[in-house]
C-alpha cells in the first residue's frame, strides 16, 4: 500500500473540503504542512513537499488541490524524491483574470512534461482555471484529464462533500499506478 500525501492550496482545505474529508474517512492519508496556508511562499512548499515525502516508506502518490497543482509542476524538475504518482484537481491558470494575488511565487511553473504519471481533473466552469487551460496543461504535463462537468473549483464552495466521484476516479488512477 502506498503513502498518500495530501497538497492542499491556499488556505489549506478547510472542514468541509473533500481533501479534509477524505483525510478523515483514512487516517492513513498525510497533509503535508509549509508555513502558511494563507501566505503561500514556494520555496517554503517546496521545502514541505520534501519533508513530508521523506517520511515515506515507500513512493507517494500525491492527492494536489488548486495552487498545489502549481506546486508539484514547480518540484517536478527539481524534485530530490521520488513519487508513485500525482492526482492534481482544479488547477488554477496563473496568467487568467482571476489568479490567487497571494500566490505570486507560484507564476510561471515550469511547462513541461511531469516525470511521474498524473492524472488531472478538472471542472468545465473552474473560476480560477478556465477548461481551455486544464485541457493545455494535461497535454503539456502528460496528464491523462478527466471532465468532471460543471462543478465550480472542485472545491467546499462546490458543495461536493466527501466528492465520492472524485475519490472514484482517485482509486482508478491508483489501482493503475500499481
Given at each position: 500500500m502506498s503513502d498518500i500525501i495530501t497538497l492542499p492550496g491556499l488556505g489549506g482545505s478547510g472542514e468541509g473540503h473533500w481533501q479534509t474529508l477524505w483525510e478523515r474517512q483514512d487516517p492513513s492519508?498525510?497533509?503535508?504542512?509549509?508555513?502558511?496556508?494563507?501566505?503561500?511562499?514556494?520555496?517554503?512548499w517546496i521545502a514541505a513537499l520534501e519533508r513530508e515525502i521523506a517520511r515515506s516508506a515507500t513512493p507517494p502518490i500525491l492527492i494536489a488541490h488548486s495552487l498545489a497543482c502549481q506546486l508539484v509542476a514547480h518540484w517536478a524538475p527539481m524534485r530530490k524524491t521520488a513519487i508513485l504518482?500525482?492526482?492534481?484537481v482544479a488547477p488554477p491558470d496563473p496568467t487568467g483574470e482571476i489568479y490567487l494575488a497571494e500566490a505570486g511565487s507560484f507564476a510561471n511553473p515550469p511547462r513541461q512534461r511531469l516525470p511521474f504519471p498524473s492524472l488531472l481533473v478538472a471542472s468545465t466552469d473552474d473560476p480560477y482555471g478556465p477548461h481551455k487551460y486544464a485541457w493545455t496543461s494535461a497535454e503539456v504535463w502528460d496528464s491523462t484529464l478527466v471532465d468532471v462537468g460543471p462543478r465550480g473549483h472542485i472545491n467546499a464552495a462546490s458543495g461536493l462533500g466527501e466528492w465520492p466521484e472524485g475519490k472514484a476516479i482517485f482509486e482508478r488512477f491508483r489501482t493503475q499506478l500499481g
Open positions: 492519508l498525510r497533509r503535508f504542512q509549509p508555513s502558511s496556508w494563507d501566505k503561500p511562499i514556494l520555496t517554503d504518482g500525482a492526482f492534481l
